[in-house]
Each structure stands twice: as structure tokens, then as C-alpha cells.
């Protein structure tokens, strides 16, 4: 071959030299995520930098304020009618900004105010060496009862880090059920549990326990994303597209380009069903629906309170979000596939979590059963596949987040010489001992159970109304026979408080500082508002329930 056919070919090869365009980032509508994330890498700088003694105080300031600024961002967007008439698409088509996309931040925000008040508790257990201690390992690195957790117990040390971990969760929590892609929608999948993982691992007592806790948790989620992947895989040789709109296009036939190299598999309806199982399991094992639960009880034990209850509240409602978003604006079209299975799913779900939370003798599991059996009651008004389905829910995750933050955080105050006493026995005459705990405790049992005038009732009658009206009218009588069903192990436990003799040598309820007392008295508030005057949030629920497409 001479020179100049060589030369001729290299410059034909090199000659349409395309610019990268620089991305389009619309700053502004991402600017809550950005808000949390940036937070998180300064309390990374501050962990490096600031002396350790003043750590805890520089960490609580940063995040409060991060979060209350990411706040007041969703806030001014959805004013701006970001909501509404100017929902769309940012970051490159991979991020949904709407109305769904911005109610459930405002609550996780709302959530993960509150989860910083708990972490910040520093009051509950007795002062160790001079100093104030809280719920977190003194030194999360070294081995429990060793030499080095004893030395870093006497000098007063402790893991402070727990607060740019909860920003990174919360950073991941926003992005998730906004995610208009499936590479967007893992990334954040892994960012919000990550941090979980790691938290779950730290408490300061029961330290054998609470790491067990982490490490189930981490091997099942880790099982969980493999499958969400493995999904993604699937969708994208069906469809050759990550994103969710061309997805819902390939579903319903109206696609306009096919992709050449993909165009054997496209519209494979194997690759189709099986995909979207896969990745609606992972979703469904985040929101703990039975039967990918085995985890929740374990780890809600285990991990340390003020984590669990952010958790159990928090990841509810990310996780949900993103559930809707998949079903209602990528697979409408498998409606009939997917409806009938996920049906089932809710009953065993209701039940399931219903009748083995009667079995509970700790009051940690029997909120984490509980929190299984109200996965299957939110899956009743996402299966409606109507606007009403959506709004339900978003209503009900926005309820049930701040009664569980709250139930957990009084939790937290009822204290033996171990620390928390979580087994129900001990709990035996606490309304005797300590009538206002006991009293907010059983509001707070009373909105798990559904009752009138709180905000658990407001939010079952909107997503069994729903359902019914979806035409699952036959899940609404499986959601009420669950309730009445948990409506029992919540009153016992009332019972119990209330109408039986305090044991002598019984726990005693700890006085928390104004952070955790805030967290519990927002809790109370919002289950009694939503109870009593529920309308004015249910049609903001109703004016953000729309997706974009």
C-alpha cells in the first residue's frame, strides 16, 4: 500500500472532527441535590480539618442549614411552577423535575431535619468520662470491647461522621424518585444506601448487633442492586434506550428511530418482562414489600435508633417515589402484566406484615412488621394507575414519614442501665411512670393503626379510595381486614402502657434535649393536622400528582 493511500485514509478516517458539546445543566432546578451533596463533601472537609471538640457543633449547624436551604429551593421551584406548568426534563434528560419529584423531597427534607435533630441527641445516655455522649460509636474503626474503643470512650470521642453520611443518603434520597433514566436511577440507588449500609454498622451500644444488622443489610441490598442492574441490562436491549421515555415509546409501539445494532432484540417482550421484573424488585425490596422484607426487622433492630427511624421513614418514601414514576410513566403500557402480580404482592404484604407483627415481643421489630404491613397499604394507591392513586400516596408517605420519626425517636427515651429498653415487658406501666411519653407514644400508635382524627386515617381512607376506584376493590377489603388485624397489636401495646402495674425495677424515661423533644412535638403536630383538617395538604398532594413526560 504506498504512502499517499495510506495518508488519503488516515485523513478520511480523522476527517469529521465532531465538537463535544458542553452539557446543558439547569443549575437552578437541581439545586436542592446540589444543595445536600455540596453540604456533605464540607462536613467530609470539616471531619479533616476542624479540631475534633468542636466537630459535633460545626457538623449539626452545617447540616440543619443545608437542609433547610435545599428546603426553601423545592419550595421557591414548585412556587415558580415547576410543579406545574413548567415541569420538564433537566440535566441532560436525566433528571424529572415535576410535581411528584418535588413533594417527595420536600417530605424527605422534611424527614432529614428531624433524622439530624435525633442523631444530634447528646442527653439520653449518662455522661461517660466528663463527657456528653450519643447514639453513635465512640470510635466505629476499632474492634467492640477492645483496648482502643475503651481508650476512645475515656477520651470523650465520637463519630461524628454519621452527619455528612446522612447528607449523602438524603443527596441520593432526592435524586431517586426524580431519576428520569435507569443509569440515574442506580447511581442514586447506591448513593442513598451506601451511606445506610455504614450507618447501620455504628451504634455505641450493642455494637456486636448493630453491625450484624449492617452487614445483612449491605449483603441483601447488594443482592437487590444486582437484580435492579441486571434489569436495567434487559430494558436496554429491549428498547436500546436507558431512557424512560423512549422505553415508553418501545412499549407502546409508537417508537420513531430504531437503534441498527440493537434492532434484533428491540421489542423483545422477554427482554421486556423479565427487565422490568427485575428492576421492580429492587425497588420493591427498598420499600420492604414482602416477600424481599427479611431484612427490615433485623436491620430496624440492630441499627441504632434515631438511623432507624430516618430510615424507615425516608427510604419509604424515596423508594415509592421512584416505584410510581417507573410504573405510571414507563410501563403503562404493561399494565395488565404487571397489575395482577403487583395485587399479590400488596396483599401478602398487608398481611404478612400485619399478622407477624402480632408475634413481636420487641417493640423495634414490631414497628419494623408494622412498617412492612404500611409498604402494602401504600402499594393498594399505587396500583390504582389513576391521579388519584398518585396523590394518595404522596399524601400517605408524607403522613407516615413524621409519625414513624417520631415513634422512633420516643424509642429512644425509654432507658435501662443496657441503654434503650426495647422489650415490650419493660414498657409495662410507662403511662404510670411517664404519663406524656406514654401519651405521645399512643397518638402515635393510634395513627399506625388507622385510627379517625389522625393522619394515618386520612391517609389509608385516600389510598383505599383510590384502589377502589382503580378497580381493586377486592385489595381495599383485604386493607381493611389488615388494619383491624394491626389495629390489635397497636392497642395492646397501649394496654400495656396504660392498664398495667410499672415494675419496680422497670426502665426509666430519659429527659431528651429541645432537639429530640422538637422532633417528637413536629411528629404529634402533623399527625393530628393531617388528621383533623387533612384537605388542604390532600389537594397539594392532588396539584403535584402529575408526572411529566
Known amino acids: 500500500m504506498s504512502a499517499t493511500a495510506v495518508h488519503s485514509l488516515w485523513t478520511t478516517a480523522a476527517d469529521p472532527i465532531q465538537k463535544i458539546d458542553a452539557p446543558n445543566i439547569e443549575y437552578g432546578q437541581l439545586s436542592p441535590t446540589l444543595i445536600v451533596i455540596g453540604a456533605a463533601v464540607i ?70 431535619v428531624l433524622g439530624v435533630f435525633t442523631f444530634a441527641e447528646r442527653r439520653l445516655d449518662p455522661v461517660a468520662h466528663g463527657n456528653r455522649v450519643d447514639s453513635f460509636a465512640a470510635q466505629a474503626a476499632s474492634v467492640p470491647g477492645s483496648d482502643s474503643e475503651k481508650a476512645a470512650v475515656k477520651a470523650g470521642f465520637t463519630t461524628t461522621e454519621a452527619f455528612p453520611l446522612l447528607l449523602f443518603a438524603i443527596g441520593g434520597m432526592l435524586v431517586f424518585p426524580a431519576a428520569n433514566d435507569l443509569l440515574t436511577l442506580f447511581i442514586a440507588l447506591e448513593v442513598f444506601s451506601l451511606p445506610l449500609y455504614l450507618l447501620c454498622a455504628v451504634a455505641r451500644r450493642k455494637r456486636i448487633m448493630s453491625q450484624e444488622a449492617a452487614v445483612k443489610y449491605f449483603l441483601l441490598g447488594a443482592f437487590a442492586s444486582a437484580f435492579t442492574l441486571f434489569g436495567i441490562a434487559l430494558l436496554y436491549g429491549y428498547a436500546g434506550s436507558v431512557s424512560y421515555a423512549t422505553i415508553a415509546q418501545v412499549v407502546d409501539g409508537t417508537v420513531e428511530t430504531v437503534n441498527p445494532a440493537l434492532a434484533d432484540t428491540m421489542g423483545n417482550d422477554a427482554l421486556l418482562l423479565v427487565g422490568a421484573a427485575m428492576v421492580v424488585m429492587g425497588l420493591l425490596f427498598k420499600v420492604g414489600a414482602v416477600p424481599f422484607h427479611m431484612w427490615t426487622p433485623d436491620v430496624y433492630q440492630g441499627a441504632p435508633t434515631p438511623v432507624t427511624g430516618f430510615m424507615a421513614a425516608a427510604t419509604k418514601v424515596a423508594a415509592f417515589g421512584a416505584l410510581l414514576r417507573l410504573l405510571y410513566v414507563v410501563l403503562p403500557g404493561l399494565r395488565w402484566d404487571w397489575r395482577p402480580v403487583m395485587m399479590g404482592v400488596a396483599v401478602v404484604t398487608m398481611l404478612g406484615g400485619a399478622i407477624v407483627a402480632i408475634t413481636q415481643t420487641d417493640i423495634k421489630r414490631l414497628l419494623a412488621y408494622s412498617s412492612i404491613a404500611h409498604a402494602g397499604f401504600i402499594l393498594a394507591g399505587v396500583i390504582a394507575m389513576t391521579p388519584d392513586g398518585v396523590s394518595s400516596v404522596l399524601f400517605y408517605l408524607g403522613a407516615y414519614s413524621f409519625v414513624t420519626i417520631g415513634a422512633f425517636a420516643v424509642v429512644t427515651l425509654v432507658r435501662d442501665a443496657g441503654g434503650e429498653a426495647t422489650h415490650l415487658s419493660k414498657w409495662a406501666g410507662l403511662g404510670r411512670r411517664s404519663p406524656l411519653v406514654a401519651a405521645v407514644f399512643a397518638v402515635y400508635l393510634l395513627a399506625f393503626a388507622g385510627i379517625p382524627l389522625t393522619s394515618g386515617f386520612a391517609g389509608k381512607f385516600a389510598v383505599f379510595k383510590a384502589a377502589a376506584e382503580g378497580g381493586a376493590g377486592a385489595l381495599v377489603v383485604v386493607g381493611v381486614i389488615s388494619s383491624a388485624i394491626a389495629a390489635f397489636f397497636y392497642i395492646r401495646v397501649i394496654v400495656l402502657m396504660f392498664f398495667s402495674e410499672p415494675r419496680p425495677e422497670g426502665p426509666t424515661v430519659a429527659v431528651p434535649s429541645p432537639l429530640t423533644m422538637t422532633a417528637i412535638a413536629v411528629g404529634v403536630a402533623v399527625t393530628l393536622v393531617l388528621g383533623v383538617a387533612p384537605q388542604y395538604f390532600l389537594d397539594l398532594a392532588g396539584q403535584a400528582g402529575v408526572f411529566v413526560r
Open 43 to 112: 462536613g467530609i472537609l470539616v471531619e479533616a480539618f476542624v479540631p475534633r471538640r468542636s466537630r459535633y457543633y460545626v457538623q449539626v449547624f452545617v447540616s440543619v442549614v443545608a437542609l433547610a436551604a435545599a428546603f426553601a429551593a423545592v419550595v421557591a421551584l414548585a412556587a415558580g411552577g415547576y410543579g406545574t406548568t413548567k415541569a420538564g426534563i433537566a440535566a441532560m434528560g436525566a433528571v424529572a423535575v415535576d410535581g411528584p419529584a418535588l413533594f417527595l423531597q420536600g417530605v424527605i427534607l422534611l424527614a432529614g
